[in-house]
């Protein structure tokens, strides 16, 4: 059973970046598929960006393609998520998230019933 731990959010400005990451214990880390998501005040968990086991294929949300940017360090059992600029919007926690997949190196998920495990989550605020 994996553990997950997120770091990395903060406070900034509009228009600023900022770097999450996601720490794996307890699993191999090369076997998950891994995913982030954010959720803001009085809304549901939304998805954010994704990516499969080996870092070959990744998909994001409409609302933070191009901006933001997920990647993997099988080597490092860590996530990451580098977010540029960065709008008022994108205020939330968010939580990273992992499921074990045995069958395909490509394959990456979208939806939150689709991921097993998930981490406390970071605060990202961002002012205008």
């Known amino acids: 059973q994996v553990q997950l731990v997120e770091s990395g959010g903060g406070l900034v400005q509009a228009g600023g970046s900022l770097r999450l990451s996601c720490a794996a214990s307890?699993?191999?880390?090369?076997?998950?598929?891994m995913g982030w998501f954010r959720q803001a005040p009085g809304k549901e968990r939304e998805f954010v960006a994704a990516?499969?086991?080996?870092?070959?294929?990744?998909g994001y949300a409409d609302s933070v393609k191009g901006r933001f940017t997920i990647s993997r360090d099988n080597a490092k059992n860590t996530l990451y998520l580098q977010m540029n600029s960065l709008k008022p919007e994108d205020t939330a926690v968010y939580y990273c998230?992992?499921?074990?997949?045995?069958?395909?190196?490509?394959?990456?998920?979208?939806?939150?019933?689709?991921?097993?495990?998930w981490g406390q989550g970071t605060q990202v605020t961002i002012s205008s």
């Open positions: 998230a992992a499921q074990k997949v045995d069958y395909s190196s490509v394959v990456y998920y979208t939806e939150k019933y689709e991921y097993t495990y």
């Open positions: 307890g699993g191999t880390f090369s076997s998950y598929v």
């Open positions: 990516i499969s086991k080996t870092g070959y294929r990744r």
